[in-house]
């Protein structure tokens, strides 16, 4: 009933509303109308007048308009320019001081060229609508300005509008006030049953099933009330009979409970689901599927069928624990279950721990089921696998240096006495070398770590980075002469300072420029640049964001081996068996361009070179207002370097 009363009182005051709605739109559209046809009359009498500077003339002729029409609310001139020069009620004051107001109209550009095409608008007033009629003011081809009136809206029309609308708020708050009162009245009958339900309902859940209600009703209550008492009969039946049977179920249950934080799934002796939890499902892929009363076999994954299904006929069976040479294990396999490691496929790929349960009854004496909890130990196998082969790299990376320095030692410590000046000084120039290998190695993971791992928060400022790209080249042009090879900078001229910080770019560059110059052959080239990248807001160019690049004409870079470029101990070295390094620099750069809420790319062709590239957003210390009235062009959007233009 309630939801038929609000289909038709929705119904009709929509059809109400909808029909006062087409009143007004009516009304708006004759005010559109008259306005426009006004404002082009009036126009055409005070264009000419205007021309010829007779203002005076306009004046009272406009007086004499605006006075004998309550239709007209104002009546503004402005010339060419928006700046208002007359207008009724109200106009320019005049005596002109510092403390005027110059009052303007803001209209679109070579509106006036548009003398066929008034411009007509609406705003509300506390007095209903009114209609803005914006008319150019046109002589012999010449643009004088604008004319703009505003239109009262139709009294009769408003009133009627605001009448109907009123009373048909009315009628729905009736029909509802109404329909409340009754459903008032019929929960206070109903109220002594549904009391009664309540204490019967308790009493049952305290385990007293010989509760019973007795009231005469009928309809649906008393089906209600019949269904109660009948479940109280059959619930007192089964205390009675099936005691042993209520025991076991509460023990499984209490199992189900004591491992709901994983996946649980309880099993009866043939391995048919009874109960089954939200993780589980979502685990196997369950959702939505009935499969209570199913065997689990039938729906668990093919690897993990395979996996369990001797497992899980053996304990059906009563069987002892498989697997177990030692009777101290199987016995504890036994009583503890039996635990499996799965890596499954679908419905995600994951890895899960697979324990499972005996079930006994209250005496442990018989199999009433099996209890399977499903833990996903996916992200504990990923870690363990990175932490290993985190171990194993810095392990093997710092063999190597620790045992070059090792032997160069020894042979000095040994054969000291026999080696030659020059062989001696070769030898502590070589422990040099790899002790500052191996310090770099240091460094490098210990910069690494905390990149990845710390909660420490960077202070981002203003940075011209023409600075720290001069200090990166001040420290290298010595040895890019060494090797032969030119150091550019190509920096833009009045960059805007980018929001960064100095230390972590100066290692960025670092880092790049020092890779550059290992692998480029003399005579090659490392250069960095720096440009504006720009974007078109509001018909402007804005600045957003400085892009940097760091390009060299070396060996360049495969391109199976730039996917894995930026991974920690990756070495290009490592396939051309030539130079050495730590292979941690590019993950450096890659975690220090990420800490700036940007991404590092990279552009390469073997026996060419390579370049790399970020953007930085630049600082703004004020934020930018936009017109949302204008489209933002996005054309200008700048595209990443090819192989072709970024080797020079």
Known sequence: MAAATLAVSLIMSGLTFWAVNTIQQDARMNDTRFGRDLGLLLAANVAPQIAENKLTEVARF??????????????????????????????????????????????????GNNSDLPMVRQHRTPDGE???????????????????????????????????????????????????????SNALMITKPIKELLTGVKNIAAGNFKQRIDLPLGGELGELIFSFNEMAERLES??????????????????LVSTIADGAVLLDTNLQIMLVNLTARRIFGWEGCDIVGKNVLDYLPKVVTMELKRPLYHIAEGQPSLDYDNEALRQSADREGEEFRITLTEPTARTVRILLTRVFDQYRETLKGIAMTVQDITRE???????????????????TPLFNIKSFIETLHEYGEDLSETERREFLETANRETDRLTRLVNDVLDLSRLETSCRIYHFEPVDIAQPVEQTLRTYQLNARDKGIELIHEIEPNLPPVLGNYDLLLQVFDNLVGNGLKFTESGGRVTIR????????????????VRLEVSDTGIGIDAEDQEAIFERFFRVENRVHTLEGTGLGLSIVRNIIEKHHSQVHLVSEVGIGTTFWFDLDVFEDKKIVVDQNQPVDTSSTPQAPTAATSVL
């Open 62 to 111: 406009s007086h004499r308009f605006y006075s004998t029409t309550s239709s007209v609310r104002y009546m503004l001139y402005a010339d060419a320019d928006g700046n208002i020069f007359f207008g009724i009620p109200f106009s320019e004051s005049e005596v002109q001081n510092s403390l005027t107001i110059q009052r303007r109209i803001e209209l679109p550009e070579n509106y």
């Open 130 to 184: 009114v209609t803005d009629v914006f008319v150019p003011l046109m002589h012999d081809g010449k643009s004088l300005g604008v004319l703009a009136i505003g239109i009262n809206p139709n009294p009769t029309v408003v009133a009627s509008s605001n009448l109907t609308r009123d009373v048909t708020i009315a009628v729905f708050i009736s029909i509802w006030v109404m329909v409340i009162l009754g459903a008032v």
């Open 238 to 255: 089964y205390e009675e009979q099936n005691i042993e049977e209520l025991t076991a179920e509460k023990a499984k249950l209490e199992t």
């Open 381 to 399: 196998v990923e870690l363990n696998e990175a932490k290993s082969n985190f171990i194993s790299n810095v392990s093997h990376e710092l063999r």
């Open 530 to 545: 720096a440009y504006l990248l720009k974007e078109t807001l509001n018909h402007h160019d804005q600045t957003s964001s």
